[in-house]
């Protein structure tokens, strides 16, 4: 049978129909003329599955110019693709690159077979296998954003011409709990007992890793921010601390902003820079790179629940709410910018003595 006897032409670009009454789309893929089924004999239902396939058709003529995948793809060249489109984006920050690196290295670690599966013949059990058995060994956060490479994979599939539905759709993210901070954060006096443990004990760096667990809790900054603060960066006489962060990447979100001293941290700084009296204004006011080891010791010692340097993150922010400062503030201090979204998700609780003291307010009395 001669092809014009078996395709019919539509009157449409791109559209045939088949002897049998199905209609076909007409592509060309690296090259090479395909017909690719419509599943269906209506024409009203072929028309908008037609364009939809042309546009991925697009994309995948784009991408075989840059590489060349046979309509056999695997899971590691699908990984290479998104390894590649990862790192050479100049948009991506090193640590975020670094970061997602970890991600893929997660996806190879707990689908080891990914490798050498094609991704034409993955289904949806095999990603929900994937994802029963990795959500067991990863927190929420980091599954989710597994699922989301994932995800990425069967799109340049998809591109490509090597399958036209994408099977990690139907897995569900994992949900993230918020972290009840109340019942872990500690009391002021706490506090405050819990960095004279730290600048009694007789280690060569106590004295500076005290310091860093103040800095962290009177500023709020992120450990990766404080490394970079300079003396020069603290103004003691207008009472502001410019946060720069990393000198290649900046800070999370790429800006620079600065952080109001409270008493507490001008009263820190004072002491810090009389105490080391600095031979420059460019030498780090922090002296130490982690105060984790000596964080833990002194919690055991005094009994309350062991903290990280993140939870000094959180500490500030609940101290500056339970004061009275707005939220929105609060969180352009931390450097989100959100106007205080997830500040109001994370901070928006009141400790347990900070609760107790708004109800004694309440009265229903006339």
């Keep these: 049978m001669s092809d014009s006897k078996t395709w019919t032409f539509s009157g449409i670009p791109h559209l045939y129909r088949h002897t049998k009454g199905t209609y076909y789309a007409r592509l060309s893929i690296g090259g090479k003329p395909t017909f690719r089924s419509l599943k269906t004999k209506v024409l009203s239902v072929a028309k908008p599955q037609l364009n939809e396939i042309l546009q991925d058709n697009a994309h995948r003529d784009e ?6 995948i046979t309509e056999k793809m695997t899971g590691a060249e699908a990984l290479a693709i998104r390894e590649s489109q990862l790192q050479n984006d100049p948009s991506t920050k090193k640590s975020t690159k670094r970061y997602w690196r970890e991600i893929v290295g997660l996806i190879k670690k707990t689908w080891p077979d990914l490798a050498a599966l094609e991704m034409r013949r993955i289904s949806v059990q095999n ?3 994937w994802a029963g058995e990795a959500v067991k060994v990863m927190a929420p956060t980091r599954f989710n954003n597994c699922l989301l490479i994932l995800k990425s994979l069967f799109k340049i599939a998809i591109k490509q011409g090597v399958r036209r539905t994408n099977p990690a759709l139907e897995v569900k993210r994992a949900k993230i709990r918020p972290k009840d901070l109340s019942g872990k954060l500690p009391s002021k006096s706490n506090f405050k007992q819990w960095v004279a443990t730290l600048r009694a004990a007789r280690g060569r760096t106590s004295q500076d890793q005290a310091d860093f667990v103040e800095f962290l809790a ?11 603060v300079l003396w020069k960066h603290c103004d003691i006489a207008k009472g502001e ?4 962060g990393d000198p290649t990447d900046g800070t999370k979100n790429g800006l620079f902003r600065r952080i109001p001293m409270i008493a507490a941290a001008r009263e820190l700084l004072e002491t810090m820079k009389a105490r ?16 984790y080891t000596a964080m833990g010791r002194a919690a055991k010692r005094i009994g309350i629940p062991p903290l990280s340097h993140h939870d000094l993150r959180h500490l500030f922010a609940t101290i500056c709410i339970e004061s009275g400062v707005d939220i929105p503030t609060v969180s352009r201090w931390l450097g989100h910018r959100d106007g205080g979204i997830l500040a109001m998700k994370v901070y928006g609780h009141l400790r347990n003595e ?3 003291l ?5 009265s229903f009395a006339a």
């Design 354 to 356: 900070h609760s107790l």
């Design 358 to 362: 708004a109800a004694s307010r309440v």
């Design 218 to 228: 009177y500023t709020g900054m992120r450990l990766g921010e404080s490394k970079f």
């Design 127 to 129: 990603c929900e296998q």
């Design 276 to 291: 080391s009296k600095p031979a420059s204004l460019d030498e780090p006011v922090i002296r130490v790179k982690s105060a």
């Design 241 to 244: 601390i410019l946060v720069l």
């Design 63 to 68: 991408l075989g110019k840059d590489t060349i």
